[in-house]
Protein backbone atom coordinates (compact mmCIF):
# COMPACT_ATOMS: atom_id res chain seq x y z
CA UNK A 1 0.00 0.00 0.00
CA UNK A 2 0.87 3.13 -0.82
CA UNK A 3 1.54 6.20 2.19
CA UNK A 4 0.32 9.46 2.15
CA UNK A 5 2.70 11.74 5.13
CA UNK A 6 0.38 10.96 8.25
CA UNK A 7 0.64 13.57 10.91
CA UNK A 8 -0.45 12.07 14.23
CA UNK A 9 0.64 13.57 17.54
CA UNK A 10 2.95 10.92 19.03
CA UNK A 11 3.20 10.76 23.04
CA UNK A 12 6.70 9.45 24.34
CA UNK A 13 5.76 6.46 26.58
CA UNK A 14 8.19 5.32 29.69
CA UNK A 15 9.85 2.30 28.49
CA UNK A 16 13.18 3.31 25.92
CA UNK A 17 12.05 5.61 23.00
CA UNK A 18 9.17 3.86 21.67
CA UNK A 19 6.25 6.53 20.05
CA UNK A 20 2.87 5.26 20.92
CA UNK A 21 2.11 4.75 17.38
CA UNK A 22 -0.06 1.95 16.17
CA UNK A 23 2.57 -0.42 14.72
CA UNK A 24 4.32 0.59 17.63
CA UNK A 25 1.11 -1.07 20.04
CA UNK A 26 1.54 -4.01 17.40
CA UNK A 27 5.23 -4.40 17.88
CA UNK A 28 4.69 -4.35 22.10
CA UNK A 29 1.67 -7.19 21.55
CA UNK A 30 4.47 -9.22 19.85
CA UNK A 31 7.27 -8.69 22.51
CA UNK A 32 4.26 -9.74 25.18
CA UNK A 33 3.45 -12.51 23.28
CA UNK A 34 7.38 -13.60 22.75
CA UNK A 35 7.77 -13.82 26.52
CA UNK A 36 4.26 -15.02 27.36
CA UNK A 37 4.69 -18.05 25.44
CA UNK A 38 8.17 -18.74 26.25
CA UNK A 39 9.49 -19.10 23.14
CA UNK A 40 13.12 -20.09 22.26
CA UNK A 41 16.05 -18.83 20.00
CA UNK A 42 14.86 -20.00 16.17
CA UNK A 43 11.18 -20.23 16.84
CA UNK A 44 8.40 -19.31 14.16
CA UNK A 45 6.44 -16.47 15.42
CA UNK A 46 2.78 -15.79 14.00
CA UNK A 47 2.43 -14.48 10.08
CA UNK A 48 1.85 -11.17 9.33
CA UNK A 49 -1.33 -11.85 8.11
CA UNK A 50 -2.16 -13.91 11.65
CA UNK A 51 -0.55 -10.83 13.54
CA UNK A 52 -2.83 -8.85 12.11
CA UNK A 53 -5.81 -10.47 12.56
CA UNK A 54 -5.85 -10.96 16.27
CA UNK A 55 -4.47 -7.12 16.45
CA UNK A 56 -7.36 -5.82 14.49
CA UNK A 57 -4.58 -3.86 11.92
CA UNK A 58 -3.56 -3.79 8.72
CA UNK A 59 -1.04 -6.49 7.58
CA UNK A 60 0.98 -3.80 6.42
CA UNK A 61 0.78 -2.35 9.86
CA UNK A 62 2.00 -5.77 11.53
CA UNK A 63 4.67 -6.13 8.87
CA UNK A 64 6.35 -2.51 10.08
CA UNK A 65 6.19 -3.73 13.70
CA UNK A 66 7.81 -6.83 12.61
CA UNK A 67 10.92 -5.03 10.46
CA UNK A 68 11.03 -2.62 13.92
CA UNK A 69 12.05 -5.71 15.58
CA UNK A 70 14.05 -6.89 13.08
CA UNK A 71 16.16 -4.22 13.01
CA UNK A 72 16.78 -4.39 16.48
CA UNK A 73 17.99 -7.98 16.21
CA UNK A 74 15.21 -9.18 18.50
CA UNK A 75 13.64 -11.54 15.45
CA UNK A 76 14.99 -11.96 11.74
CA UNK A 77 13.20 -12.73 8.94
CA UNK A 78 13.58 -14.79 5.94
CA UNK A 79 11.66 -14.51 2.76
CA UNK A 80 8.46 -17.15 2.41
CA UNK A 81 9.19 -18.54 5.38
CA UNK A 82 8.61 -16.15 7.99
CA UNK A 83 10.10 -14.77 11.60
CA UNK A 84 11.72 -16.28 14.06
CA UNK A 85 13.18 -15.42 16.92
CA UNK A 86 17.02 -14.48 17.73
CA UNK A 87 19.19 -15.23 19.85
CA UNK A 88 17.37 -12.93 22.62
CA UNK A 89 17.57 -12.72 26.57
CA UNK A 90 13.81 -13.11 27.50
CA UNK A 91 14.78 -10.66 30.34
CA UNK A 92 15.92 -8.24 27.79
CA UNK A 93 13.02 -8.91 26.08
CA UNK A 94 10.71 -8.48 29.18
CA UNK A 95 12.25 -5.11 29.83
CA UNK A 96 11.18 -3.74 26.37
CA UNK A 97 7.59 -4.57 27.13
CA UNK A 98 5.80 -0.62 27.70
CA UNK A 99 3.63 -1.79 30.63
CA UNK A 100 1.50 1.51 30.00
CA UNK A 101 0.88 0.81 26.33
CA UNK A 102 -3.25 -0.40 25.46
CA UNK A 103 -2.71 -4.12 26.53
CA UNK A 104 -4.64 -6.65 24.61
CA UNK A 105 -4.67 -6.71 20.57
CA UNK A 106 -8.26 -6.57 20.54
CA UNK A 107 -7.81 -3.40 21.82
CA UNK A 108 -5.23 -1.92 20.11
CA UNK A 109 -7.03 0.88 18.70
CA UNK A 110 -10.52 2.82 19.00
CA UNK A 111 -10.35 5.85 17.56
CA UNK A 112 -11.96 7.64 14.81
CA UNK A 113 -12.03 8.13 11.14
CA UNK A 114 -13.51 11.13 9.12
CA UNK A 115 -15.13 10.29 6.03
CA UNK A 116 -16.52 12.94 3.82
CA UNK A 117 -18.88 12.64 1.07
CA UNK A 118 -20.82 15.17 -1.15
CA UNK A 119 -23.98 13.33 -0.74
CA UNK A 120 -25.81 10.52 0.05
CA UNK A 121 -27.35 8.92 -3.38
CA UNK A 122 -27.21 5.15 -3.83
CA UNK A 123 -23.82 5.46 -4.79
CA UNK A 124 -22.46 7.00 -2.21
CA UNK A 125 -24.08 4.82 0.51
CA UNK A 126 -23.04 1.57 -0.54
CA UNK A 127 -19.82 3.10 -0.14
CA UNK A 128 -20.08 4.53 3.12
CA UNK A 129 -21.79 0.62 4.09
CA UNK A 130 -18.12 -0.44 3.15
CA UNK A 131 -16.17 1.73 5.14
CA UNK A 132 -18.18 1.46 8.01
CA UNK A 133 -17.75 -2.47 8.29
CA UNK A 134 -14.14 -2.30 7.19
CA UNK A 135 -13.08 0.37 9.72
CA UNK A 136 -14.63 -1.87 12.53
CA UNK A 137 -12.93 -4.59 11.49
CA UNK A 138 -9.65 -2.48 12.80
CA UNK A 139 -11.76 -1.39 16.27
CA UNK A 140 -12.05 2.24 14.23
CA UNK A 141 -15.29 4.10 14.38
CA UNK A 142 -16.32 6.48 11.34
CA UNK A 143 -17.50 9.91 11.46
CA UNK A 144 -19.50 11.11 8.36
CA UNK A 145 -19.76 14.39 6.89
CA UNK A 146 -21.73 15.02 4.36
CA UNK A 147 -20.38 18.67 2.61
CA UNK A 148 -22.97 18.81 -0.71
CA UNK A 149 -20.79 18.89 -3.02
CA UNK A 150 -20.50 22.88 -2.02
CA UNK A 151 -15.94 23.11 -2.01
CA UNK A 152 -16.82 26.11 0.42
CA UNK A 153 -18.18 23.43 2.93
CA UNK A 154 -15.69 20.56 2.45
CA UNK A 155 -13.31 22.99 3.05
CA UNK A 156 -14.49 23.75 6.42
CA UNK A 157 -15.36 20.58 7.15
CA UNK A 158 -11.37 19.30 6.59
CA UNK A 159 -10.24 22.51 8.44
CA UNK A 160 -13.05 21.29 11.84
CA UNK A 161 -11.54 17.37 11.76
CA UNK A 162 -7.90 18.54 12.16
CA UNK A 163 -9.04 19.94 15.50
CA UNK A 164 -10.65 16.95 16.62
CA UNK A 165 -7.37 14.78 18.19
CA UNK A 166 -9.13 11.44 18.42
CA UNK A 167 -9.58 11.29 14.22
CA UNK A 168 -6.87 9.69 13.27
CA UNK A 169 -7.20 10.26 9.39
CA UNK A 170 -9.62 11.21 6.38
CA UNK A 171 -11.33 9.59 3.55
CA UNK A 172 -12.32 12.26 1.05
CA UNK A 173 -14.82 12.01 -1.59
CA UNK A 174 -14.32 15.40 -2.82
CA UNK A 175 -17.16 17.37 -4.86
CA UNK A 176 -17.58 18.15 -8.44
CA UNK A 177 -14.69 20.59 -7.89
CA UNK A 178 -11.97 18.76 -8.82
CA UNK A 179 -9.47 21.98 -7.35
CA UNK A 180 -7.07 21.43 -4.46
CA UNK A 181 -8.06 23.82 -2.00
CA UNK A 182 -6.11 25.54 0.94
CA UNK A 183 -6.80 23.32 3.09
CA UNK A 184 -5.88 20.38 1.39
CA UNK A 185 -2.57 21.84 0.80
CA UNK A 186 -2.53 22.41 4.60
CA UNK A 187 -2.78 18.49 5.38
CA UNK A 188 -0.66 17.89 2.18
CA UNK A 189 2.12 20.26 4.45
CA UNK A 190 1.59 18.90 7.57
CA UNK A 191 1.34 15.36 6.54
CA UNK A 192 -2.11 14.73 7.77
CA UNK A 193 -3.12 11.11 6.87
CA UNK A 194 -6.13 11.56 3.98
CA UNK A 195 -6.65 9.41 1.54
CA UNK A 196 -8.50 10.29 -1.79
CA UNK A 197 -11.73 8.25 -2.98
CA UNK A 198 -13.13 8.50 -6.69
CA UNK A 199 -11.28 11.54 -7.43
CA UNK A 200 -7.75 12.54 -8.83
CA UNK A 201 -6.25 15.62 -8.14
CA UNK A 202 -3.48 16.79 -10.75
CA UNK A 203 -1.76 19.76 -9.47
CA UNK A 204 -0.93 17.56 -5.82
CA UNK A 205 -0.61 14.09 -5.23
CA UNK A 206 -2.52 12.45 -2.67
CA UNK A 207 -3.27 8.88 -1.95
CA UNK A 208 -6.24 7.75 -4.24
CA UNK A 209 -8.45 5.09 -4.71
CA UNK A 210 -10.55 5.34 -7.76
CA UNK A 211 -12.46 3.21 -10.57
CA UNK A 212 -10.62 3.05 -13.90
CA UNK A 213 -12.97 5.55 -15.70
CA UNK A 214 -11.39 5.81 -18.66
CA UNK A 215 -11.09 1.70 -18.96
CA UNK A 216 -14.67 2.16 -18.37
CA UNK A 217 -16.05 4.07 -21.00
CA UNK A 218 -13.37 3.24 -23.55
CA UNK A 219 -15.25 -0.63 -22.82
CA UNK A 220 -18.48 0.81 -23.47
CA UNK A 221 -17.88 2.72 -26.66
CA UNK A 222 -16.55 -0.87 -27.87
CA UNK A 223 -19.19 -2.84 -26.91
CA UNK A 224 -21.31 -0.57 -28.60
CA UNK A 225 -19.48 -0.45 -31.65
CA UNK A 226 -18.98 -5.15 -31.30
CA UNK A 227 -23.05 -4.71 -31.55
CA UNK A 228 -22.59 -2.76 -35.03
CA UNK A 229 -22.64 1.04 -33.48
CA UNK A 230 -20.81 3.87 -35.55
CA UNK A 231 -22.27 6.85 -34.94
CA UNK A 232 -22.06 7.15 -31.45
CA UNK A 233 -22.98 9.76 -29.69
CA UNK A 234 -21.06 11.68 -26.02
CA UNK A 235 -22.69 13.33 -23.17
CA UNK A 236 -22.02 14.37 -19.69
CA UNK A 237 -22.16 17.13 -17.44
CA UNK A 238 -19.40 19.74 -17.92
CA UNK A 239 -15.69 17.98 -17.74
CA UNK A 240 -14.03 20.70 -16.08
CA UNK A 241 -12.18 20.28 -13.59
CA UNK A 242 -13.37 16.82 -12.93
CA UNK A 243 -11.37 14.24 -13.66
CA UNK A 244 -13.85 11.44 -13.61
CA UNK A 245 -15.55 13.12 -16.34
CA UNK A 246 -12.33 13.61 -18.16
CA UNK A 247 -11.12 10.30 -17.75
CA UNK A 248 -14.81 9.07 -19.44
CA UNK A 249 -14.27 11.56 -22.31
CA UNK A 250 -11.06 10.47 -22.90
CA UNK A 251 -11.07 7.09 -23.31
CA UNK A 252 -15.05 7.95 -25.33
CA UNK A 253 -12.77 9.14 -27.45
CA UNK A 254 -9.74 7.28 -27.59
CA UNK A 255 -12.33 3.99 -28.35
CA UNK A 256 -13.55 6.00 -31.19
CA UNK A 257 -10.48 6.73 -32.96
CA UNK A 258 -8.98 3.49 -32.39
CA UNK A 259 -12.13 1.79 -34.00
CA UNK A 260 -11.78 4.46 -36.80
CA UNK A 261 -14.85 5.94 -36.37
CA UNK A 262 -16.10 9.43 -37.15
CA UNK A 263 -16.69 11.88 -34.24
CA UNK A 264 -19.27 14.63 -34.96
CA UNK A 265 -18.63 18.00 -32.98
CA UNK A 266 -22.46 17.88 -32.79
CA UNK A 267 -22.56 14.44 -30.94
CA UNK A 268 -20.08 15.24 -28.12
CA UNK A 269 -21.76 17.67 -25.49
CA UNK A 270 -20.25 18.76 -22.32
CA UNK A 271 -21.95 20.92 -20.27
CA UNK A 272 -24.07 21.52 -17.26
CA UNK A 273 -27.12 21.43 -18.90
CA UNK A 274 -27.13 17.94 -20.35
CA UNK A 275 -29.72 16.75 -16.90
CA UNK A 276 -32.75 18.45 -18.74
CA UNK A 277 -35.18 16.97 -20.70
CA UNK A 278 -35.65 20.10 -22.99
CA UNK A 279 -31.92 20.50 -23.51
CA UNK A 280 -31.36 16.79 -24.33
CA UNK A 281 -34.35 16.46 -27.03
CA UNK A 282 -32.91 19.64 -28.97
CA UNK A 283 -29.53 17.18 -28.70
CA UNK A 284 -31.44 14.15 -29.88
CA UNK A 285 -33.16 16.42 -32.52
CA UNK A 286 -29.99 17.72 -33.94
CA UNK A 287 -28.39 14.29 -33.80
CA UNK A 288 -30.70 12.44 -36.17
CA UNK A 289 -28.54 9.90 -37.08
CA UNK A 290 -27.15 8.95 -34.08
CA UNK A 291 -27.72 5.16 -33.20
CA UNK A 292 -26.41 4.99 -29.90
CA UNK A 293 -25.22 7.18 -26.96
CA UNK A 294 -22.83 7.02 -24.17
CA UNK A 295 -24.08 8.95 -21.08
CA UNK A 296 -20.99 9.88 -18.15
CA UNK A 297 -23.52 8.75 -15.56
CA UNK A 298 -26.54 6.95 -14.94
CA UNK A 299 -28.73 10.00 -13.71
CA UNK A 300 -28.20 11.41 -17.69
CA UNK A 301 -28.75 8.25 -19.11
CA UNK A 302 -32.36 7.96 -17.75
CA UNK A 303 -32.64 11.77 -18.81
CA UNK A 304 -31.80 10.97 -22.20
CA UNK A 305 -34.15 7.81 -22.36
CA UNK A 306 -37.05 10.12 -21.24
CA UNK A 307 -36.05 12.41 -23.74
CA UNK A 308 -36.25 10.10 -26.46
CA UNK A 309 -39.37 8.61 -25.55
CA UNK A 310 -40.67 12.18 -25.65
CA UNK A 311 -39.43 12.35 -29.19
CA UNK A 312 -41.19 8.62 -29.99
CA UNK A 313 -38.13 7.49 -30.31
CA UNK A 314 -38.60 3.14 -29.06
CA UNK A 315 -35.48 2.10 -26.83
CA UNK A 316 -33.40 0.52 -28.14
CA UNK A 317 -34.41 -0.20 -31.59
CA UNK A 318 -34.41 3.74 -32.67
CA UNK A 319 -31.55 4.35 -30.22
CA UNK A 320 -29.24 2.78 -28.15
CA UNK A 321 -27.92 3.82 -24.59
CA UNK A 322 -25.51 3.06 -22.13
CA UNK A 323 -24.44 4.67 -19.33
CA UNK A 324 -22.17 4.99 -15.88
CA UNK A 325 -21.66 3.76 -12.70
CA UNK A 326 -24.99 1.16 -12.08
CA UNK A 327 -27.28 3.34 -9.78
CA UNK A 328 -30.27 2.40 -7.99
CA UNK A 329 -31.71 5.38 -10.30
CA UNK A 330 -31.69 2.86 -12.88
CA UNK A 331 -34.32 0.46 -11.45
CA UNK A 332 -37.05 3.48 -11.77
CA UNK A 333 -37.35 3.33 -15.61
CA UNK A 334 -39.34 0.96 -17.20
CA UNK A 335 -36.44 -0.62 -19.54
CA UNK A 336 -33.27 -2.07 -18.07
CA UNK A 337 -30.34 -0.06 -18.67
CA UNK A 338 -27.10 -1.21 -20.07
CA UNK A 339 -24.34 0.69 -17.83
CA UNK A 340 -20.60 0.05 -16.32
CA UNK A 341 -20.56 -0.83 -12.95
CA UNK A 342 -18.02 0.64 -10.37
CA UNK A 343 -17.57 -2.02 -7.45
CA UNK A 344 -17.72 0.05 -4.13
CA UNK A 345 -16.13 -2.81 -2.38
CA UNK A 346 -12.84 -2.91 -3.23
CA UNK A 347 -13.23 0.64 -3.49
CA UNK A 348 -14.03 1.06 0.58
CA UNK A 349 -11.65 -1.62 1.90
CA UNK A 350 -8.68 -0.31 -0.24
CA UNK A 351 -9.68 3.42 1.15
CA UNK A 352 -9.69 1.88 4.99
CA UNK A 353 -6.43 -0.01 4.21
CA UNK A 354 -3.93 2.62 3.10
CA UNK A 355 -5.39 5.18 5.25
CA UNK A 356 -4.77 3.19 8.60
CA UNK A 357 -1.26 2.55 6.56
CA UNK A 358 -1.06 5.95 6.67
CA UNK A 359 -1.68 5.90 10.12
CA UNK A 360 1.00 4.09 10.73
CA UNK A 361 3.87 5.24 8.58
CA UNK A 362 3.68 7.82 7.23
CA UNK A 363 7.06 8.47 4.91
CA UNK A 364 6.22 6.43 2.13
CA UNK A 365 5.78 8.11 -1.20
CA UNK A 366 1.61 8.37 -2.31
CA UNK A 367 0.16 6.39 -5.07
CA UNK A 368 -3.11 6.25 -7.36
CA UNK A 369 -4.78 2.93 -7.42
CA UNK A 370 -7.57 2.56 -10.04
CA UNK A 371 -9.83 -0.08 -9.86
CA UNK A 372 -11.61 -1.92 -12.64
CA UNK A 373 -15.10 -1.35 -14.05
CA UNK A 374 -17.37 -4.02 -15.86
CA UNK A 375 -19.84 -3.53 -18.57
CA UNK A 376 -23.35 -4.96 -16.71
CA UNK A 377 -25.22 -5.52 -20.44
CA UNK A 378 -28.79 -5.70 -19.52
CA UNK A 379 -32.01 -4.27 -22.22
CA UNK A 380 -30.91 -0.62 -23.47
CA UNK A 381 -28.52 -1.51 -26.22
CA UNK A 382 -29.32 -3.92 -29.08
CA UNK A 383 -27.60 -4.20 -32.48
CA UNK A 384 -27.87 -2.67 -36.05
Known amino acids: MEKISGHTEEKKVNKGNVSDTLYNRVRNEI??????????????????GEIAKKCGVSKMTSKLALNSLAEEHIIYRIPRKGSFLAAADLNKIRSMIDVNSVSGCSAVNSDYLALIIPKLDSYCGNIVKVILKAAANYNYHVIIKYSDGISEKEEQILSEITKVSEIKGVILFPGDNNTCGIELLNYKVRNYPIVIIDRVYKEIEFD????DNYQGAKA????????????IGFISKSISNVTSREERYQGYMTGMMEANMH????????NDNMVFIDALKDYLVNNEGLTAVFCADDYIAVYIYYAATELGKKIPEDLSI?????????????LKMTTVRQPVEELGNLAV???LDKIADSNTPPRTIRIKTEIVERDSVTEV
Not at 208 to 211: D, N, Q, T
Open 220 to 231: AVSHLIQKGHSK
Open 31 to 48: LKMIVERQLSTNELLPSE
Open 208 to 211: SICH
Open 353 to 355: EVL
Open 263 to 270: IRKESVRT
Open 322 to 334: IGFTDNEILNYIP
